[in-house]
């Protein structure tokens, strides 16, 4: 059946329609190339979804989890466009019953559909990530609700595609990773109904948006210590690039923009409506902390014995072992509005302001007072700096130039929306600058 204006719907990219012979390397992928029984895969990258700080509140479980790992498949499974065939819209579902077909169908009116047929590609591995916890789908993702966690429970509608979009990775160096919009569903077949934005291109192919679009940032600079954010673009099922339209589901495409492509990079943000991920590359992934960094600068925090400049009490970051419950009678509480770092006390409520509205007994200004978690998602981290700032209002806390960058990196959110957003949780930032450098006191001896 074809869905008209489905958001489980695509294509494939123009350029490979032109040169359907030229994708990825340009040696075709024999036997040899495939992988060996006992040896080390090769990983393409890996995909971090924003907001949930290193696992899922139930848990990491198969392909429903906060992060996971590409890597070289023993066989390849990519596919590139083949053939064009322009038939009569109720011929539709005949021409596509055949499973073991990839193909992508164009609704125009309701006598007239294109089908694209895609053939295997030996040069390149498919990897699909949406809604649907079908077996075509490599990476669960469910929408992310701000403050961490996932929007569960039956009345809690999702905005992200049951197939929102596929990875095609080069299964040669440089290993190279695309995006598009889009992915196969259980009959190996993408619909675009005729009510959803599709057109002609100059050359006579087609190319066409899904309903709320797939969202694309590529960092500038890279996702270093030097990094800034770059800007919001939306991929075709063509994987072709386009500036934004004016909210996510019109009709009207935007402008293509030619001198960009759908290549991922390290720190490259896609955004699926509901949830956005992250992608690192393994050259990127080098340079960020460990978990056991993160657990030695913990220890190397907490063994300053920093204290309660009121209450003298010693503060420490509790184990993440524990998890994120409630907080420690050692936790260190911050005022985000100074960066006071406290103890626990109930000092200071400013009722008449909000109800976590506190002054700081030290400076007077008045705000959120709120427990400090460390950052647990190492591959979220620009750098292995020490943890030295805390994010607006939340309090997950990590190295000050991870701070900044995600405090000026602005998130979609709805249909037109965006604003900066806490990578570990998911809060939407507060303030003027969107976190705090954090101020201790050491221990008076």
Not at 203 to 232: K, R
């Amino acid at each position: 059946m074809v869905l008209e204006g489905n958001p489980e719907v695509g294509s494939p990219r123009t350029s490979d329609l032109q040169h359907p012979g030229n994708q990825g390397s340009c040696v075709l992928s024999s036997p040899s190339e495939d992988a060996q029984p006992g040896e080390e895969p090769i990983k393409y990258g890996e995909l971090i979804v924003l907001g949930y700080n290193g696992c899922l509140a139930s848990g990491d479980k198969g392909r429903r989890r906060s992060r996971l790992a590409l890597s070289r498949r023993p066989h390849a499974n990519g596919v590139k466009p083949d053939v064009i065939h322009h038939i009569s819209t109720p011929l539709v579902s005949k021409a596509l019953s055949n499973r073991g077909q990839h193909s992508i169908s164009y609704t125009l009116s309701r006598s007239h559909s294109v089908i694209v047929e895609y053939t295997h590609d030996g040069d390149t591995d498919m990897f699909q990530i949406g809604r649907s916890t079908e077996n075509m789908i490599d990476f669960v993702v469910t929408d992310t609700s701000p403050g961490g966690g996932a929007a569960e429970g039956p009345s809690a509608q999702s905005t992200i595609s049951r197939y929102a979009c596929r990875i095609l990775c080069d299964r040669r160096p440089p290993y190279t990773a695309r995006i598009y919009a889009a992915g196969f569903d259980a009959s190996s077949n993408i619909f675009l109904g005729e009510r959803a934005a599709k057109w002609r291109t100059p050359d006579g192919l087609m190319d066409g948006l899904t309903t709320n679009g797939v969202l694309v940032m590529h960092p500038a600079g890279g996702f270093s210590e030097d990094s800034a954010p770059g800007v919001w673009r939306e991929i075709s099922v063509c994987g072709n690039v386009y500036t934004l339209r004016d909210s996510r589901s019109a009709q009207q495409r935007g402008k293509l923009v030619e001198n960009e492509s759908n290549v991922l990079q390290d720190g490259s943000l896609i955004d699926l409506c509901g949830a956005t991920l992250l992608w690192r590359t393994p050259a990127g992934l080098l340079r960020a902390p460990t978990l056991k960094q993160l657990e030695a600068q913990r220890q190397e925090a907490n063994a300053a014995r920093p204290q309660c400049p009121v209450g003298l009490s010693t503060l420490a970051f509790p184990s993440p072992a524990r998890g994120r419950t409630a907080p420690d009678k050692q936790q260190p509480w911050v005022y985000v509005r100074c960066g006071h770092v406290h103890g626990y006390h109930g000092w200071g409520c400013r009722r008449e302001r909000g109800p976590q509205e506190r002054e700081c007994p030290l400076c007077r200004l008045v705000g959120p007072y709120v427990p400090l978690w460390l950052g647990q998602e190492a591959g979220l981290c620009l750098d292995p700096g020490p943890p030295s700032h805390a994010f607006a209002p939340c309090g997950h806390v990590c190295s000050e130039k991870t701070a900044r960058y995600w405090a000026q990196t602005p998130l979609p959110h709805g249909t037109h929306a965006f604003h900066a957003a806490c990578p570990f949780c998911g809060a939407w930032l507060t303030g003027e600058h969107g976190c705090v450098r954090l101020i201790f006191q050491g221990p008076l001896d």
